[in-house]
């Protein structure tokens, strides 16, 4: 029988299958051996029904290059902390004109990579991902951090440190602008404290990613285009006891009953192993009972 398929659906099948690949991979895979730019380019395929990424991929080259062009005229043991960081501006924001998307902060594509680099705009996050991948391939120190509310990133060169804000134009924040950031993404009373300056591994910055998706599509109230989210989420970082329960939880709301309690069951086993609180547990556990008696 003749396939019903359009080439592009097709393609954009195979693609996606390639994704959820490699996102089962990563899931395998220590923090440090995660390639950050290509693992968000997977979970843009399956948010987005991309087709082929090489595209995407190569841009992600010439970044890195025109980077290493601004500084070509340098000896690499002589650069400064400014003179790397104006390298990066150069090519990310004059360049190639990222920037924040303040008009339109909760379009989904501000979250989805592919769509990001499409568009020039994106959330701090999806930008941190593309000055970290520019800043790591010249052999750089640059981390995110766990900053509340507003994702940050921070570059160590010769001794030297600075955060930097790539949804505000890669801008430099002092200890003051930091304060009032606090303020503004966490309330009047919130203030700094050391923990936000503590770097956060690849998996948990690309976890950080997908949860836009998922947050945007529940305000949107697509359930089933959050539990998409939450799939992939699960395919890179099995081991997310709370994702678990929010998987559970969807299917559950979609009707997927077989689905619901395959999840909360692994969040019972997972959950008990990770100290969760035995109220969680117990709720888990009814709801199991109560989806079992639906089956029925």
């Given amino acids: 029988m003749t396939s019903q398929l359009s ?10 299958a390639q994704a959820r690949a490699l996102l089962r991979a990563v899931g395998q895979m220590r923090d440090e051996d995660i390639d950050l730019a290509e693992t968000a380019l997977a979970l843009a395929a399956l948010s987005g029904g991309e087709g082929a990424l090489s595209s995407y991929r190569r841009h992600l080259t010439t970044l890195s290059t025109a980077v290493a062009a601004q500084l070509a005229i340098r000896p690499r043991e002589t650069l400064t902390l400014g003179q790397c960081l104006d390298a990066l ?14 008009a339109t902060y909760e379009d989904p594509q501000n979250a989805n990579l592919a769509r990001v680099i499409d568009r020039r705009r994106g ?15 010249q052999g750089w120190t640059m981390v995110g951090l766990n900053f509340p509310g507003h994702f940050l990133i921070r570059l160590e060169h010769g001794g030297e440190r600075a ?9 430099v ?6 304060r009032d950031l606090i303020k503004q993404t966490s309330g009047t009373a919130a203030e700094l404290e050391p923990d936000h300056y503590a770097p956060v591994g690849n998996r948990d910055i690309l976890l ?6 998922k947050l945007l599509h529940m305000r949107g109230e697509r359930p089933d285009l959050a539990a998409e989210a939450v799939e992939a989420m699960l ?8 994702l678990w329960r929010e998987s559970g939880l969807l299917q559950a709301q979609l009707g997927h009953i077989a689905a619901a309690i395959a999840a909360f069951e692994t969040f019972l086993e997972l959950g008990a192993r990770a100290g969760t609180s035995a109220q969680l547990l117990d709720q888990a556990a009814t709801l199991v009972q109560h989806l079992r008696n639906r089956l029925n």
Avoid at 123 to 137: F, K, M, Q
Avoid at 173 to 178: A, M, N
Avoid at 235 to 242: D, E, F, H, R
Wanted: aromatic share 4%; net charge positive.
């Fill in 208 to 213: 950080r990613l997908h949860n836009n998706v």
């Fill in 173 to 178: 924040l002092s200890v003051v602008d930091l």
């Fill in 163 to 171: 955060i930097i804000d790539p949804f505000g134009g890669g801008r």
């Fill in 235 to 242: 395919l890179m970082a099995p081991g997310q006891v709370p």
């Fill in 89 to 102: 501006r150069g090519v990310l924001v004059d360049r190639m004109g990222y920037e924040g998307d303040s």
């Fill in 123 to 137: 959330l701090p996050v999806a930008l941190g991902i593309l000055y970290i991948h520019a800043a790591r391939a």
């Fill in 7 to 16: 080439p592009n659906r097709g393609r954009a099948g195979k693609g996606q």
